[in-house]
């Protein structure tokens, strides 16, 4: 009978160790990389859900804008942190009713800027207020009009640029006529641009510095509206 005890000797233990840290440092590297693959996809998706969000609502603004009087219509050109930060003001049918038991619909001022992201200052917001187009608006200040409504953000940028009936291209707009004779009132509508292109630039990843871009151009009527 053999009495010797059958076992491992340490080279062998220690090779079966070296080679299951292999293993297991491959699948963690693989497992990394699949979650990184993973929170990246979420990231575009939800950036893609917000800007045909934002896109569509600015969008339908625009598209129903009206000039009625001076500055009814006002594009600014500016920038947060060294990023375009435009900001866009203008009268529109597009109000929205979210309570129809104490909100009509009709005309309203509608503005959109940009704020900084509190938690991270290279993230911005993009803002909404939208406040019935009663007589007088033009002369409360912006602490009086509703409050606003967050439509996006994680936005590295937003850009705004006007083109006119020539196609010349502007990066602000701010037109506007009296309005006290029906002639008046007819030319307003050369204060409106012919068209707003419209350029949202969502963070992908931050650290990395990577970011999607979305656009749209938006055409408004030839012949601008009036509320009744």
């Not at 963690?28 to 893609?48: N, Q």
Request: aromatic fraction near 8%; hydrophobic fraction near 45%.
């Amino acid at each position: 009978m053999n009495g010797r005890n059958q076992g491992f000797t340490l080279l062998e233990v220690l090779l079966a160790m070296s080679v299951l840290g292999v293993v297991v440092a491959m699948l963690s590297l693989s497992l990394s990389a699949s979650l990184k693959v993973v929170e990246g996809t979420e990231r575009e998706e939800d950036a893609y859900f917000q800007a045909q969000t934002a896109l569509r609502r600015i969008g339908g603004d625009v598209a129903a804008a009206f000039s009625a009087q001076e500055g009814a219509f006002v594009g600014e050109k500016k920038d947060l942190n060294g990023q375009r930060a435009d900001s866009l003001q203008c009268l529109t049918l597009a109000h929205l009713v979210l309570n129809p038991e104490k909100q009509q619909p009709g005309a309203a001022v509608v503005r959109y800027w940009l704020q900084p992201d509190a938690a991270d200052a290279r993230k911005l917001q993009l803002l909404r207020s939208d406040t019935p187009a009663l007589p007088g608006w033009e002369k409360r200040p912006e602490g009086a009009m509703e409050p606003a409504f967050l439509l996006a953000d994680n936005l590295r940028s937003v850009q705004f640029s006007y083109f006119d009936r020539e196609g010349q291209e502007f990066d602000s707009w701010q037109k506007g006529v009296d309005t006290d004779t029906d002639a008046d009132k007819e030319a307003a509508a050369s204060t409106l641009p012919a068209a707003v292109h419209i350029i949202l630039e969502f963070w992908i990843d931050s650290d990395q510095e990577t970011a999607q871009t979305f656009s749209t151009r938006v055409v408004l009527p030839a012949e601008g509206k009036g509320a009744n």
